[in-house]
């Protein structure tokens, strides 16, 4: 399975069925052809090319460190690991990165959620909260004092993150299959979440304000 994935890299890299090593400084590379005597040296040459091309994704990284980056990050090294398995035997440097990338990414996730859970959560509290309703003693009655304000508003923007946590989780769940259960994970949990808030919403027919 390694080595196919290997040679479905390989072959990505390579439309004309020779591999061009990218070129250092002004010198120009020559192609390296697929066939068995010499794929070997595509094989090791396509490393070193992703190798750095996985090198100044980090960097981006560590730049901003954004979903977006994270996963663009992710990608190339997940590329790159049956590559590094065929030519040095070994794929562990590779999975040293994606299991490093794969833990912020859920961490950026995961915290984003918490906070989304704990702003509904908190305005759920404050709106079941039990108010007098008219005058004590002269037909006053408790009742729920509901969401006020911004408060509608803010369980929208809420919502909105749980639905945009839900849909970055996901992909990142079709990108990475080997961590795919941790991502539809926080898919899950911030789904649940927005429907909490939907349900907020509903209660205190705040929908459409």
């Given at each position: 399975m390694t080595e196919a994935s290997a040679l479905e890299t390989l072959l990505k890299y390579s439309p004309k069925c020779a591999y061009v090593p990218k070129p250092?400084?002004?010198?120009?590379?020559d192609p390296i052809s697929l066939d068995a005597a010499t794929r070997e040296k595509a094989y090791a040459a396509l490393l070193v090319d992703l190798q750095a091309d996985g090198a100044e994704k980090?960097?981006?990284?560590?730049?901003?460190?954004?979903?977006?980056?994270?996963?663009?990050a992710l990608i190339k090294y997940e590329e790159m690991a049956p590559v590094e398995k065929v030519v040095t035997k070994s794929d562990d440097d590779a999975q040293k990165q994606i299991d490093d990338l794969v833990n912020q990414a859920s961490t950026l996730m995961d915290d984003a959620?918490?906070?989304a859970a704990d702003q509904i959560a908190m305005?759920?509290?404050?709106?079941?909260i039990s108010i007098m309703s008219g005058i004590i003693g002269v037909g006053g009655a408790p009742r729920?004092?509901?969401l006020v304000g911004s408060e509608p508003k803010d369980v929208k923007a809420?919502?909105?993150?749980?639905?945009?946590?839900?849909?970055?989780?996901k992909d990142f769940a079709a990108s990475?299959?080997?961590?795919?259960?941790?991502?539809?994970?926080?898919?899950?949990?911030?789904?649940?979440?927005?429907?909490?808030g939907y349900k907020l919403l509903q209660q205190f027919h705040a929908v459409d304000r």
């Open positions: 250092k400084g002004d010198a120009k590379s980090m960097k981006a990284i560590s730049r901003s460190k954004t979903l977006p980056n994270i996963k663009a959620a918490k906070k305005l759920t509290e404050n709106a079941n729920k004092r509901g809420a919502m909105a993150t749980c639905n945009q946590l839900q849909a970055a989780a990475s299959k080997k961590h795919a259960t941790e991502f539809n994970a926080i898919a899950t949990a911030a789904d649940a979440t927005a429907k909490d």
